[in-house]
């Protein structure tokens, strides 16, 4: 009588699933983390997946829906390949910042891994979307969907209309400046409604089939300009371009001379995608550590209750164990640190500090240590920060201890590397502040503003690159990537090196050599 | 409760757009590696999944990116076991440090290049047929000889005693004696039993006689009717019927004839190579087995394999004759023409003695054309003499005395090739040839 009671409290057994036990086990998970995690989350959404579907779904960066280019197939055909010959495993999830949450399941997962999943992705993940600070700002998750299908169908049309070598010209030139197409330091402007871009997009084709080369009015040059007025005019030019602008794309989109209003809207396009992710990429620690804790504790409370049972648990286990693994920086296996292994040992550690502090987490960290309630705890840091400043924030000098994390100093004109610091009392600090300058997403991208246009004469586009620390950029994108800023400016481009302290222009290139 | 959606049934493929954007956008260097394989690989294995390495130029994803191992920069590493502050490391030579594995929607790497991935066989064959100028393959039937096998098909009501068929027969007469009420044999036994019993009675009554006479009747109305209804009838009868099917072919044979002589050098076997490949596609579309016999000749001929074939060189004179001879002997130690489709490539630069030649039409007349599907013969010209020859019957003396067999035979075939568009077109004047003929 009692086996058969606790058999039948197990929300599944075995490995096969169905609708049923993944709804049943869906609701057992939603109990744990709404009520016991006290998690915010965007409704979901699931959906089951075929494994070649997992595949198309990355080609196309992880979006439901994707405009058609060719560099996707390019890196389909890439993962494919890795795929097939079983040098990188599929992922057992992924999920989409959208509201409602996105979560793929792949239809191959047994119903452990599918619980795994639906604990990670529906309620980690898309807690974190929904209530970390730089989502809110950046990402509007309920006009994700709807903005991506405007995308797909309106460059489906242009395709039609314009031929597909000349929209994938400005897509291909669009996507060299991805990297620079964010605003780093102001919020950038949110998704118009639906409603909204229909006008706008009125407006241009009007604007298209209205506009007469007869209205043109340029003022002529000036003959003769004295340096000073010269500067004044630089200066009011700048000023009323709002220069010197970090974010290439809006500037070009803006700005450019001879885009046609289609061109524009595609350049806005990528642009739009690329912020989407912006927060992705300075969150990845965080929000897999996140993931990562959520899932494993919800797994574990249900199998304190009795709900999952052991073979279960051994499996999840053995998936969480590959995923957090870190090997060291000797191992062959090493590609870096691991974003999981980094992201779910800071959130146990905080849970730690919070419940059992040493003496040395009460000196490190007076705000928290001890405070007997690491769930809020978390929840406050999952809100406020992002990687840079998470790790500033919360890697304890135990972590540093247990990951034996040591800083490399590489100076480029020196044959060795120099240790300049390790996990010891002097060094904490300094790796600390290494590992968090190293998620700095705004300073490991190339910093690339524009400087300088003059609209009235010669339209030469002057970008500047800020050299920080001496780190330059590589010359053979340098060019290519050159060459399409001036696709979309129309006139001739040229980027100046900068060097950050001294303000010495280091070098200067212009998309017009034939340099290569 | 979420909202569970099942996506598995959506159309697959999603990428596979995508991906023929990609191979569009490399087509050059792609056809580059493709002509390449084709002229180092197998002539069978052309039809098969080809791996080409991923073409870097045209589908480069430039972006501004930090040089590698420029500038001052700091790695922080894990796992340290010895090192204290202030150790000096000699640096790995042609690495950048320990570099994440980053990779955005825009990131590409050298990285990214060095790997195969598998053209499918229509990819692979679009990029190989570009050059030869190809129309749609599917318009195209190449003709063949149909032996007939007979298959039962139904029944029929006439047909040679032998194809009776016992059963169904037997079925009709059993229905039609339930129908037209046949006297079983049990009536009639149980009749002529009564009958029996009461003629025996010594004294019959009245009554008596009276039922013997009613019994009599009876029993010869039954005798009457049972002769009348037969047990089987003609109506009943049912042959098997027989349908002749056409019977394709299924084999091929192609036999591959190249002069080989010093005069044929890399270019002209490259023509040759992909001429025969060609032919081996388009019988592969037709035939479920296909054997490919290789005959180069100088003064004498061999039959060889496909590697000795296009690249041993062997030097001699050159008879032409001798390897038409070198064929009949293997169509008819191996290759009997009921069994097999027989198809003959010739490719030569037109060298031959004059007498050879003669000899050479009289065989084909005689005896190879009578065995043979369809004989190609290209000859293998410079750019330069192309458009001095033209389309006249002026040539070499082997082309001379072709154009005679040509006239005679209209599945033999003649053309003279200069470059791999010049291929196709031996194909298609065969085809139209038989399109035409279909017409009448």
Request: no cysteine; net charge negative; charged share 35%.
């Given at each position: 009588m009692e086996k058969r009671a606790k058999a039948s409290s197990l929300l599944f057994s075995g490995s096969d699933w169905n609708f049923q036990t993944l709804s049943r086990t869906y609701d057992a998970i939603e109990t744990v983390a709404l009520d016991d995690l006290k998690l915010d989350v965007y409704p979901n959404q699931m959906e089951i997946i075929s494994s070649e579907q997992m595949l198309d779904a990355y080609a196309s960066i992880g979006m439901p829906l994707m405009y058609q280019h060719w560099s996707f197939g390019k890196h389909f055909i890439h993962e494919e390949h890795l795929y097939r010959k079983g040098r990188r495993g599929l992922a057992y999830e992924l999920v989409i910042n959208s509201n409602p949450c996105i979560v793929y399941l792949m239809e191959e997962n047994t119903m452990a891994l599918q619980a795994l999943v639906t604990a990670h992705a529906a309620f980690g993940h898309n807690h974190f979307f929904k209530n970390n600070y730089l989502f809110q700002q950046w990402t509007d998750a309920g006009a994700i969907l709807n903005y991506m299908e405007f995308a797909k169908t309106y460059i489906a049309r242009c395709e039609e209309r314009h031929g597909i070598a000349a929209v994938e010209q400005i897509l291909d030139a669009a996507h060299a400046l991805m990297d620079q197409a964010v605003f780093r330091y102001r919020r950038p402007p949110r998704l118009s409604s639906e409603k909204e871009r229909d006008r706008i997009r009125e407006r241009l084709e009007y604007e298209e089939q209205s506009f007469s080369d007869l209205w043109r009015t340029l003022p002529r040059r000036k003959e003769s300009i004295t340096p000073s007025e010269a500067e004044r005019e630089a200066q009011e030019r700048k000023k009323f371009l709002n220069l010197p602008e970090e974010n290439l794309l809006y500037f070009l989109e803006k700005n450019s001379l001879i885009l046609e209003p289609w061109q524009r809207e595609l350049v806005r396009i990528v642009r739009i995608v690329a912020q989407y992710f912006y927060p992705q990429r300075q969150t990845k620690v965080m929000n897999e550590g996140c993931a990562t804790f959520v899932h494993y504790t919800i797994l574990n409370t249900l199998f304190d209750q009795g709900k999952v049972g052991e073979g279960t648990m051994l499996e999840v286990l053995q998936s969480h164990a590959n995923v957090v693994f870190q090997p060291n920086f000797d191992d062959p296996r090493y590609s870096g640190l691991n974003p999981y292994a980094l992201g779910f040992a800071l959130m146990q550690d905080i849970e730690r500090i919070c419940m059992k502090p040493t003496s040395e987490d009460r000196d490190w960290f007076p705000d928290f240590a001890g405070n007997g309630d690491w769930r809020a705890t978390l929840i406050d840091a999952w809100a406020n920060h992002r990687d840079e400043s998470f790790l500033r924030q919360y890697l304890s000098p135990a972590l540093i201890r247990k990951f034996r994390l040591f800083v490399l100093a590489d100076e480029p004109d020196d044959s060795h590397y120099k240790v300049a610091s390790i996990h010891d009392e002097r060094g904490y600090d300094k790796v600390r502040s290494a590992i968090a300058n190293s998620y700095d997403v705004g300073a490991n991208r190339?910093?690339?503003?524009?400087?300088?246009?003059d609209l009235l004469g010669d339209r030469h586009l002057r970008l500047q690159h800020m050299v920080q620390n001496g780190v330059v950029l590589a010359e053979a994108g340098r060019q290519a990537t050159l060459r399409h800023v001036r696709r979309l400016w129309g006139y001739n481009v040229s980027l100046a090196g900068v060097d950050a302290e001294s303000g010495n222009q280091l070098y200067e290139v212009s998309a017009d050599e034939t340099a290569n | 409760m979420p909202n569970y959606i099942d996506?598995?049934?959506?159309?697959?493929?999603?990428s596979l757009s995508n991906r023929q954007r990609f191979l569009r956008r490399a087509r050059d260097e792609l056809k580059r590696i493709v002509n390449d394989q084709i002229t180092s690989g197998k002539i069978t294995d052309v039809d098969g999944d080809h791996a080409v390495p991923v073409p870097v130029r045209g589908t480069a994803e430039p972006s501004f990116q930090h040089a590698q191992g420029s500038g001052r920069r700091d790695h922080v590493l894990p796992g340290n076991k010895e090192f204290v502050t202030g150790d000096r490391l000699p640096k790995p030579s042609g690495q950048g440090g320990g570099g994440g594995a980053g990779k955005g929607p825009s990131g590409s790497g050298?990285?990214?290049?060095d790997f195969r991935f598998v053209l499918s066989r229509e990819e692979f064959l679009d990029l190989f047929f570009e050059d030869l100028e190809l129309p749609d393959l599917i318009k195209l039937n190449l003709k063949e000889v149909v032996s007939f096998k007979s298959r039962r098909a139904g029944y029929t009501?006439?047909?040679?005693?032998?194809?009776?068929?016992v059963g169904r027969t037997m079925r009709n007469s059993f229905g039609r004696r339930i129908a037209l009420r046949r006297p079983k044999l049990k009536e009639l036994d149980s009749v002529s039993e009564e009958l029996a019993k009461l003629e025996a009675k010594p004294q019959p009554g009245a009554a008596v006689r009276a039922r013997i006479a009613l019994l009599r009747e009876d029993l010869a109305k039954l005798r009457r009717r049972r002769k009348l209804i037969g047990y089987v009838d003609p109506v009943d009868i049912r042959f098997n019927r027989f349908e002749p099917q056409p019977l394709p072919n299924a084999k091929a044979v192609m036999f591959c004839l190249m002069d080989v002589s010093g005069s044929m050098g890399e270019r002209e076997k490259d023509l040759a190579k992909r001429f025969f490949v060609l032919l081996h596609l388009f019988l592969k579309r037709r035939y479920e087995r296909i054997d490919i016999v290789f005959i180069r000749h100088t003064h004498e001929a061999q039959e060889v394999d496909e590697e000795t074939f296009f690249y041993s060189t062997q030097s001699g004179g050159t008879v032409v004759s001798t390897a038409l001879k070198e064929m009949q002997r293997v169509i008819e130690e191996r290759y009997p023409s009921k069994e097999w489709n027989i198809y003959a490539a010739q490719a030569s630069d037109g060298d031959n003695g004059y007498d050879d030649s003669d000899y050479c039409t009289m065989l084909l007349n005689s005896e190879v054309m009578r065995l043979c599907q369809y004989y190609a013969y290209v000859e293998i010209i410079d750019e330069r003499e192309s458009h001095i020859f033209g389309s006249t019957d002026n040539g070499t003396s082997l082309w001379r005395s072709y154009c005679k067999v040509g006239e005679k035979w209209p599945n033999f075939q003649m053309t003279r090739i200069a470059k791999p568009s010049d291929i196709y077109p031996v194909f298609r004047k065969l085809f139209a040839k038989q399109q035409a003929s279909k017409g009448q």
């Open positions: 190339p910093d690339i503003q524009v400087a300088d246009v | 996506r598995r049934l959506n159309p697959k493929d999603k050298g990285d990214e290049d009501i006439a047909g040679a005693p032998t194809n009776i068929n």
